[in-house]
T-cell receptor
Framework: IAGITQAPTSQILAAGRRMTLRCTQDMRHNAMYWYRQDLGLGLRLIHYSNTAGTTGKGEVPDGYSVSRANTDDFPLTLASAVPSQTSVYFC????????????FGPGTRLTVL | GQNIDQPTEMTATEGAIVQINCTYQTSGFNGLFWYQQHAGEAPTFLSYNVLDGLEEKGRFSSFLSRSKGYSYLLLKELQMKDSASYLCAVGDSNYQLIWGAGTKLIIKP
């Protein structure tokens, strides 16, 4: 592994189903982030973690949850998916807090029907 | 509120120079970033400015004026591979990045 990986690459999901998007980094970065990117809008922060064991809410946290059990992994869970959660989801990491350079995973394209 | 403004789309000719502007209003300032994002791919880091002035890195340069809440990305000797979206992001007082919607740059031969 080099950098950040995300899985799955893409997914079509029925509304109401539970889904976990996976993110793993091997750079030993302290901070990790989940963003969603929608056409015509900037990247919007969903949740973040400044260090293992801590998480925080971003701009659009409703309907999503995260955990940070260790440095490398930062999964994002949609407890009960809704069509408005159709988006491209990017995981990112940085050595320090948000004003450090962030490095992005390849993204997960999620469609909720 | 916090706001980052960039033009939605720009068109330029291969070999030419283009300047992409970004204006911002944020609660606090902890640096300004430019990222490049090719269609269907992840954003990749281009430049970081925290002090006023021009930062040059090869064909790309980035300028910052904190008093004016203004930055630009200058791309010289444009190549077809420079066709991409360019994202401006500012670190706010909570050390979170606030992102612009991006400028789609179209390069024509």
């Amino acid at each position: 592994i080099a950098g950040i990986t995300q899985a799955p690459t893409s997914q079509i999901l029925a509304a109401g189903r539970r889904m976990t998007l996976r993110c793993t980094q091997d750079m030993r970065h302290n901070a990790m982030y989940w963003y969603r990117q929608d056409l015509g809008l900037g990247l919007r922060l969903i949740h973040y973690s400044n260090t293992a064991g801590t998480t925080g809410k971003g701009e659009v946290p409703d309907g999503y949850s995260v955990s940070r059990a260790n440095t490398d992994d930062f999964p994002l869970t949609l407890a009960s998916a809704v069509p408005s959660q159709t988006s491209v989801y990017f995981c990112a990491s940085s050595a320090g807090q948000g004003s450090d350079t962030q490095y992005f995973g390849p993204g997960t394209r999620l469609t909720v029907l | 509120g916090q706001n980052i403004d960039q033009p939605t789309e720009m068109t330029a000719t291969e070999g030419a120079i283009v300047q992409i502007n970004c204006t911002y209003q944020t609660s606090g300032f902890n640096g300004l970033f430019w990222y490049q994002q090719h269609a269907g791919e992840a954003p990749t880091f281009l430049s970081y400015n925290v002090l006023d002035g021009l930062e040059e890195k090869g064909r790309f340069s980035s300028f910052l004026s904190r008093s004016k809440g203004y930055s630009y990305l200058l791309l010289k000797e444009l190549q077809m591979k420079d066709s991409a979206s360019y994202l401006c992001a500012v670190g706010d007082s909570n050390y979170q990045l606030i992102w612009g919607a991006g400028t789609k740059l179209i390069i024509k031969p």
